[in-house]
């Protein structure tokens, strides 16, 4: 099941596994002529368009490999790193670097190829990249809150739109091949102005290639995504230990150790039914239906929780619980609890401390003092980072 | 001895991206080149003085106190991108010390043009939080939205200039 995670297998490892796939990376840079400026900056007037094909032709091949993995559930694309949207910093910085790219003629990683294939001016533009890099961290501080504004933790074109994953892809497919028909033709009437002008695409390989690629498009829209369900039936063996060992079911004493944390922000869903969360619930506490577990938009807001943030779900079935989990489990919410027994020990357990006069609906940190300290054994652990973080940040 | 020609485009991206593929398969995210060289510059700077890292947010975040910049799977694999260059370019007989340029200008011109482009893009690259492989190729192939607007303003911001500066390269 996919992604692997190399770090697992100790240091030396995932550092032999980055540098190969920098490697490779490197090495087919270089072999389609991206270590050489003029090349590269040949785009902008019009005259070779090597940069948008090899470009867009890689992020097509990547993007259906990774859905039609994901699509027959074996890649589990929750877990892939998502760069996150900072829109207008993103735009600004990106027209930087546009006027960057035509005068300096590389972007940073074209550079390094060129630098190792002895060009002086890569050479030259890669230390520049470097004093680049300084200028930035030495002024960030004086425009830090443009720089963090405009900000989504993992927005996709399909939530943008409001397309399904699939039909996205399709989209993204259809907008690659107009721009290979156009590069084709951009390039033919530069390159020889004089020849009567043809729509046709001679190269019978290109045409094969270009209805395979929507093929696999198409396929990946209609087999569509898997299900919550279907997902754990693939990956759910990874987390199954968790839920045998209990590890994820929090004592109700260290759900209130973590609210009172002001550090952390909770989030509790309580799947009771309505009357009985109408009866009595956690102040802290929304009311979720199972179905609303599947929801996009619900399970897009639960994604978009910050590294200190806390989902804890709350019904007195357990069986329930662990359904829910499984359910949210799979669509990538992280720091995912379950209420031990739910509700049903909440009253019971609080009972002797009744002198203290609190509200049994958000018990203060104070009455946390009243219970030895090895009460429970503490189950929350934030992980620091949501996923493996971007190689950029 | 005559280099060999590049390979096909389109192939070259199908190239790219299985290794970028490869790489969001075996490490979850994608491919990346500038994480790394913000780590060497505070890595040289850490060599200078390492009481400006510490203090610096932006820097120490990398490399303050006991913290190693160059300590980093990024920096890995900006290792080998160089190697994988090197050994292409030798095998292609294209290692050659040279400087590529247009035909109108001076190599010192070039390369103090290729130095403020550096800087452009070093600033630039941080500013959108990654560079032309690890926003608009690796977000560009898991469709996020942030590096498919990052993408466009790239191509848009290199042709609003390319006119203007049209003699570097022509």
């Keep these: ?393 | 001895m005559q280099s060999k020609p590049y390979i096909n485009p389109y192939l070259a991206g199908a190239l790219l991206g299985v290794v970028l593929f490869s790489a969001f398969a075996l490490t979850h995210s994608g491919l990346g080149a500038s994480g790394a060289i913000s780590r060497i510059q505070v890595a040289a700077t850490a060599g200078v003085a390492q009481s400006h890292v510490d203090r610096v947010g932006y820097f120490a975040a990398v490399g303050g106190g006991d913290r190693h910049a160059l300590d980093h799977s990024s920096v890995m694999m900006l290792v080998g991108t160089f190697a994988g260059g090197l050994l292409s370019a030798w095998r292609n007989r294209r290692l050659k010390v040279e400087v590529c340029k247009g035909p109108q200008i001076s190599n010192t011109t070039r390369l103090a043009l290729a130095l403020v482009g550096g800087v452009l893009m070093g600033f630039g690259a941080r500013f959108a939080r990654g560079c032309t492989s690890g926003q608009a190729l690796s977000g560009g192939a898991v469709l996020s939205a942030g590096s498919w607007v990052f993408m466009f303003a790239v191509f848009g911001g290199a042709y609003l200039v390319a006119w203007f500066v049209r003699k570097l390269w022509n």
């Design chain 1, 1 to 393: 099941m996919f992604p692997l995670d190399m770090a697992a297998h100790g240091k030396s490892i995932n550092y032999a596994t980055f540098f190969a796939i920098g490697f490779g990376f490197g090495t087919v840079l270089e072999l389609a002529g991206f270590g050489n400026a003029r090349k590269l900056a040949a785009q902008f007037y019009l005259k070779d368009m090597t940069v948008l094909k090899t470009m867009f032709t890689g992020i097509l091949t990547a993007c259906l490999l990774i859905f039609f993995t994901a699509s027959i559930g074996y890649l589990d694309f929750s877990k892939i790193f998502v760069n996150q949207t900072y829109l207008w910093p993103g735009l600004i910085g990106g027209l930087v670097m546009g006027v960057g790219f035509v005068i300096g003629g590389y972007c940073p990683g074209t550079s390094v190829v060129s630098a190792a294939s002895f060009k002086l001016d890569g050479i030259v533009f890669f230390i520049g990249t470097i004093l680049g890099a300084g200028v930035f961290g030495e002024t960030v501080d004086q425009f830090s809150g443009f720089w963090n504004a405009s900000y989504t933790e993992r927005l996709l074109l399909s939530d943008w739109f409001g397309w399904s994953l699939g039909a996205t892809v399709v989209g993204v497919t259809l907008l690659a091949l107009t721009f290979f028909y156009a590069a084709e033709k951009t390039e033919q009437y530069f390159r020889t102005p004089d020849a009567p002008f043809s729509w046709k695409i001679g190269n019978r390989v290109y045409v094969a290639s270009a209805g395979v690629a929507l093929a696999v498009a198409l396929g990946i829209w209609l087999n569509g995504q898997p299900t919550p369900e279907q997902k754990w039936q693939h990956i759910g063996v990874q987390y199954q230990s968790l839920l045998d060992k209990r590890e994820v079911f929090v004592h109700p004493l260290e759900y209130v150790k973590t609210w009172n944390d002001s550090a952390v922000k909770l989030v509790t869903l309580d799947l009771r039914p309505k009357a009985e969360f109408d009866a009595f619930h956690l102040d802290s506490a929304q009311r979720v239906t199972f179905d609303q577990l599947a929801d996009k938009d619900f399970v897009f807001e639960l994604d978009q929780l910050p590294p200190q943030g806390v989902v804890v779900l709350v019904t007195n079935d357990e069986a329930e619980a662990v359904r829910a989990w499984q359910r949210l489990k799979v669509q990538g919410v992280t720091n995912l609890y379950i209420l031990e027994h739910g509700l049903r020990d909440w009253e019971p357990l609080f009972s002797h401390v009744a002198s203290l006069h609190f509200d049994l609906a958000k018990p203060p940190a104070k009455v946390l003092e009243q219970f030895p300290k090895d009460a429970y054994t503490i189950k929350i652990k934030l992980k620091t980072s949501r996923r493996a973080a971007g190689l950029c940040s």
